[in-house]
């Protein structure tokens, strides 16, 4: 039994071993648009993230987020790592800026050029060079790193520009539950001629079926108490 548990060991160390299988990079961009056009966003979520800035401004920040459709209800509830009571609210209507179907290349806007491929745990991930093919925005894909099991962005390289701050930077994505979600991203600019740095994390997704209306709106003010008159 000996020599042949030793035997199963070495296979499994020798499989363990192997190289993972390079795919051809056009076959990775078609199982991409593939992937892409079948992405599913969440319409409602919940989530914390944490932002960091370094430059014209200092703020550590922590937030929860809760979101369905473009209803946010913004909540801080940390401020330089200081617990904050009571926690700060604000409501809006926005779009989410950082949602993958928003930012990711397709290739009827931006050529796509095979760079080298990236050793992401047991599997590859495939680095591409990425130009547009019409005119620029402030927001510019540079680069993407598309991960070789889901064929989703890993990584989005970017630049940005306006009047007077210009910079770039990467986003990274994964899964969480059934989704693609943003994980983190870093930014490094100048802005008036100065240098600053930002980072966002994001984490504790959850996607609830729906949310209470009631999430949406600002409770109204307890009505002040008068005294009768003497």
């Known amino acids: 039994m000996r020599p042949r548990l030793w035997a199963l060991v070495a296979t499994l160390a020798l499989l363990g071993a192997a190289p993972a299988a390079t795919l051809d990079s056009q076959y990775v961009l078609a199982r991409y648009e593939l992937e892409m056009s079948s992405l599913q966003s969440p319409k409602t979520m919940i989530f914390t993230y ?21 209803n946010v209800r913004d909540e801080t509830i940390a401020v330089d790592g200081i617990p904050i009571k009571p926690k700060i609210v604000n409501f809006g209507r926005r779009i989410d800026r950082y949602a993958i179907a928003r930012l990711a290349p397709r290739s009827s806007t931006y050529a796509m050029l095979f760079v080298r491929t990236v050793r992401d745990g047991a599997h590859l991930d495939y680095r591409y060079d990425v130009t547009p093919l019409g005119a620029t925005s402030d927001f510019t894909v540079t680069g993407l790193v598309i991960d070789g099991l889901s064929f989703l962005p890993r990584e989005i390289d970017f630049t940005t520009a306006s009047s007077i701050a210009r910079g770039h930077g990467a986003l990274v994505y994964g899964k969480s539950d059934k989704y693609w979600m943003p994980l ?47």
């Open 50 to 70: 944490n932002v960091s800035q370094l430059g014209t401004s200092d703020i550590e920040e922590r937030h929860v987020i809760y979101r369905s459709g473009l």
């Open 184 to 230: 983190y991203v870093t930014v490094e600019a100048t802005v008036d001629g100065k240098p600053a740095r930002e980072r966002i994390t994001w984490g504790d997704y959850r996607f609830p079926p729906a949310l209470p209306a009631s999430t949406f709106v600002a409770p109204k003010p307890l009505p002040h108490a008068t005294l009768p008159p003497i």
